[in-house]
């Protein structure tokens, strides 16, 4: 309920429904948070007939804007496959993203149907304390997709998006999560005051809260009551998601849709999962606390970057610039075994940093293990063990998922292998003892820095339009990224001197999964086409890297015919150095990952040799179980004027490869 209240708060309760796209695809997500004994095998007859009884609004594909002003009565969706023709590209992204693709894709559904009611919506505009809400209400989703016996593959793609809000299927009951060859479901139930209680219970968390969002919810939590029960369910070729409860009311409504869907088991009759509930309250605790250190650690970096003329240095900014230089790896040879695992081989960056790291490694007299996972995250957990096996001292770790990655680190910490995350922190295990990466903060802070600069913020008086586009919710950087930049352009925002149109700022709203090209340009196409139609002028778009501003860059390709806005990006990846060349993209911020392997290789040699570990940062780091010591590099940012001597002059590329 904390994600409930914050959401409330941020004014995000507004509904974007002119596309059926994101109607879709908010449903599946919501859905998959949840959970039926054998299955209801909801078809699209059944659900019209069901809404009937409800009595709700009919609403067809040019009437969804009216959909938040029939949340409060009720209201009804029904569709073929040649309606949601037009958005199979959108619709497949999302597929992907949850891993439902491997079940099917969007040419393959016959038909769609979505039916909501919330009692109290209307009342949440005018509500001052979240400790206040009533509401009670419920959402039913139904898909055929035309297909039969893909109830396993179906529901290995809810798994997949369980783990990343860490609940793991095999916490779960019979009653709870099943699956066979033709049916398949997933049942839950929140109470909400035992899970209040959780949180409340959880001293440091509540601190961390605190000093996050300036904000005391101990009132608040105190008096939430209620109940949230959640259902997936797959029969055949007949997917049904249903989503309901209620907070501080009764269950009228409800129960209602209960009854008229026929549901083949009420989630609610189940009690609350503990386990459930403990994971939910530490994924919620992990992600507070580490934005919250976050927050206590920033304040000279931002000196640093918004009045780079101050010449009062912290130690800990000294110990930063140093990193501007390559890291002197003389005098510390020696012997041993170190094991590497990088995600891929098929992203240059990966393999450039794995070959360089293991030459560097070599030249200094040490026997390396180099592997490449090829992006599956069961391979390089195997890969791992086998370098635990075979002897390794030290373990560079690049992770593809770091949740997956405890238990094997955990063997790692019994046979005392040192382990060092590369470039990615690695959440929830003890057994991380070192992080080399760069100042991602620092990152965000030279995007929005550029911005502001650009556009003579500081001084000028006019007004200008932004949209935002951040990274992957499940990487830690993403939200460093996020908050630099934000922490630099949001004052302007505030003062209406930078307006975003879509109203979309907060993180989970401007987050991309995976970080996919494709992703952010299905995004920034459903921006354009909503909120900057006619040629209404964009003049910025805050992109964290180079993969979500090519997604954005190619949005703007199809619907923006005036000069190009100001794109940041990062990682000067070589496409986009041709865009900010070609003046597509105003810059990307480079991270010289030469200087991040030397970095690490020096590191390594410490532990070899029994010496003192380089660090530089000793609280910004928490992976929810310590505060992982850690050297940051220095960033710095690429433009069309100053990409030659920093990219060629300097050997990372070639004129060929540029294209210049």
């Not at 179906?154 to 916490?171: A, D, Q, R, S």
């Not at 040799?609 to 179980?625: F, P, R």
């Amino acid at each position: 309920m904390i994600k409930f209240g914050y959401l409330y708060k941020e004014g995000v309760w507004i509904m974007k429904k002119k596309l059926l796209s994101v109607l879709l695809a908010a449903v599946m997500l919501i859905g998959v948070l949840a959970g039926c004994s054998k299955t209801t095998g909801m078809n699209q007859d059944k659900f019209v007939k069901a809404c009937g009884k409800l009595k709700l609004t009919e609403l067809d594909i040019d009437e969804l804007d009216e959909i938040e002003e029939n949340i409060e009565d009720g209201f009804c969706f029904s569709g073929d496959e040649e309606l949601i023709e037009g958005y199979s590209k959108v619709l497949d992204t999302y597929l992907e993203l949850t891993k439902l693709s491997k079940a099917f894709e969007s040419d393959d559904i016959v038909s769609v149907s979505f039916a909501g009611k919330c009692a109290g919506y209307d009342d949440l505009k005018d509500l001052d304390d979240l400790e206040d809400a009533e509401l009670d209400g419920a959402f039913a989703f139904q898909m055929n997709f035309g297909q039969k016996d893909k109830a396993e593959e179906f529901m290995k793609g809810v798994e997949n998006i369980l783990k990343k809000v860490n609940i793991k299927t095999k916490k779960l009951s019979s009653k709870e999560y099943y699956v066979s060859k033709n049916e398949g479901y997933l049942r839950l139930h929140i109470d909400i005051e035992q899970l209040c209680q959780m949180i409340l219970d959880d001293d440091d968390l509540m601190d961390s809260m605190k000093n996050k969002y300036d904000v005391d919810l101990e009132d608040t939590l105190e008096n939430l009551k209620g109940d949230i029960a959640l259902s997936v369910e797959i029969k055949g070729s007949n997917v049904f998601i249903f989503a309901g409860g209620a907070v501080n009311s009764e269950k009228k409504v409800y129960k209602d849709f209960v009854k008229a869907f026929g549901l083949a088991n009420d989630p609610m009759s189940l009690p609350m999962n503990e386990d459930v509930a403990d994971d939910l309250t530490d994924l919620v605790g992990t992600y507070v606390k580490y934005l919250s250190k976050v927050r206590n650690t920033k304040k000279t970096i931002t000196d640093k970057i918004v009045n780079p003329d101050k010449t009062d240095k912290t130690d800990k900014t000294d110990k930063t610039d140093k990193t501007d230089n390559k890291p002197d790896t003389r005098g510390i040879k020696g012997s041993g075994k170190v094991g590497i695992s990088m995600p891929t081989k098929d992203l240059m960056r990966w393999y450039d940093d794995g070959s360089n790291m293991k030459d560097e490694l070599e030249a200094l007299g040490y026997t390396v293990d180099l592997q490449y996972a090829g992006n599956r995250v069961d391979t390089q957990v195997q890969q791992i063990q086998n370098m635990i096996n075979s002897g390794c001292d030290v373990l560079v770790v690049a992770a593809i998922e770091s949740s997956s990655l405890v238990q094997v680190l955990e063997n790692a910490k019994a046979k005392d292998v040192t382990v060092i995350a590369y470039d990615r922190l690695i959440f929830n295990t003890e057994a991380v003892d070192y992080y080399a990466t760069f100042d991602n903060y620092m990152v965000g802070q030279l995007q929005g820095r550029y911005i502001v600069e650009a556009l003579d913020l500081v001084n000028g008086n006019g007004t200008y339009n932004i949209e935002i586009t951040a990274g992957d919710p499940t990487d830690n950087n993403a939200a460093l990224f996020y908050s630099g930049a934000m922490d630099v352009i949001k004052p302007y925002i505030d003062s209406g001197k930078l307006k975003v149109l879509s109203g979309q700022t907060d993180f989970k709203d401007v987050a991309t999964d995976s970080w996919k090209t494709e992703t952010a340009q299905a995004r920034a196409e459903n921006i354009l086409a909503a909120y900057y139609p006619n040629g209404t002028k964009i003049d910025a778009w805050l992109c964290s890297n180079d993969s979500t501003a090519c997604g954005v860059i190619n949005a703007l390709n199809k619907f923006y015919d005036g000069n190009y806005p100001i794109v940041t990006g990062q990682d000067c990846d070589i496409l986009s150095v041709k865009y900010i060349i070609a003046g597509k993209q105003a810059m990307s911020v480079f991270k010289d990952t030469r200087t991040l392997v030397s970095q690490t290789v020096v590191m390594v040699s410490q532990v070899m040799n029994d010496q003192t570990v380089d660090v530089n940062d000793t609280v910004t780091y928490n992976n929810g179980k310590k505060d992982v010591p850690s050297y940051l590099c220095a960033p710095i940012f690429v433009t069309a004027d100053n990409y030659r001597t920093i990219l060629i002059d300097s050997g990372y590329y070639t004129d060929d490869q540029i294209g210049y």
